[in-house]
C-alpha cells in the first residue's frame, strides 16, 4: 500500500537522482519552488499532507520519468543508487532554549536563535534538534543531540520534552497524564509532578544520539 511517507520519499529521491533538490526539482517543473519543502508535508497539528497529482505530474514530464519508474523510487527496487535523503533540521542548544524566547506557544520554534544541521531520513518537517550543554545523567551526555517532535502525539513510557509555563524545559519520560497533572520521570530516577495547568506543552524526543 502506498503511504504519505512513501510519496515523499518518491519525491526526494526523484529530485536527488537528477542532481536537484526538492526546491530545484519544483522550479524544473514550473511550480512554486516551495512545493515539496518539508515543513509543507504536514500541517502544525501534524496531520499529513499529500502532494497534489498535478505537481506529480509535472515533474515526472520535466524529469522523463514514467509513473512506473516513479513507484521504483519510492520502494527502491529500481536499484538506482541516490544520494541519503537529508533535511536541514534546526538546532539550539538545551541552555538557550530555557525561557521560552525561541518556542511559540505550541512547542514550535520561532525567532533567530536557531542553527541549521544536516540529518538525514528525517520526514518530520517540523521536528527540530536540542543539544545537550551539560550532562543529563544517566541517560545523556553533554553534546548529544535530542530530535524533539513538537507535532508527534506522545503516550506513558515516551521520552519527552515538558515546557512549564515559566519557559523552563524538563527531559524525561511520560509516566502518567490525567485532567488534573502530568507525571514525568526525570533521568535521575526522580518522580515530578506538574498541575495540567503549569504545562506549557509536551512533545515527544524521537531520536537521541549516545
Known amino acids: 500500500m502506498m503511504t504519505h511517507g512513501d510519496v515523499w520519499v518518491g519525491i526526494d529521491r526523484l529530485a536527488a537522482k537528477n542532481n536537484y533538490s526538492a526546491s530545484g526539482l519544483a522550479k524544473r517543473a514550473g511550480l512554486d519552488p516551495t512545493t515539496f519543502n518539508k515543513s509543507k508535508r504536514a500541517t502544525k497539528q501534524g496531520k499529513a499532507r499529500w502532494p497534489s497529482t498535478e505537481s506529480i505530474a509535472k515533474i515526472l514530464e ?82 548529544d543531540l535530542l530530535v524533539v517532535s513538537p507535532s508527534s502525539s506522545t503516550r506513558r513510557g515516551d521520552r519527552i520534552v515538558l515546557a512549564d509555563r515559566k519557559g523552563t524545559l524538563h527531559l524525561g519520560c511520560l509516566s502518567r497524564r490525567t485532567a488534573q497533572r502530568v507525571v514525568v520521570d526525570r533521568p535521575d530516577g526522580q518522580e515530578v509532578n506538574f498541575a495540567i495547568d503549569e504545562v506549557a506543552w509536551i512533545a515527544r524526543i524521537v531520536w537521541a544520539s549516545q
Open 62 to 143: 520535466a524529469t522523463n520519468t514514467t509513473m512506473a519508474e516513479f513507484v521504483a523510487l519510492m520502494d527502491g527496487s529500481d536499484g538506482t543508487v541516490v544520494p541519503p535523503v537529508s533535511r536541514q533540521l534546526r538546532s539550539v542548544p538545551l541552555d538557550r532554549a530555557q525561557g521560552g524566547q525561541v518556542f511559540d506557544a505550541s512547542g514550535f520554534p520561532q525567532g533567530d536563535a536557531w542553527e541549521d544541521v544536516d540529518f538525514p531520513g528525517l520526514e518530520d518537517g517540523h521536528a527540530f534538534a536540542l543539544e545537550l550543554t551539560e550532562d543529563v545523567s544517566p541517560a545523556w551526555r553533554r553534546g
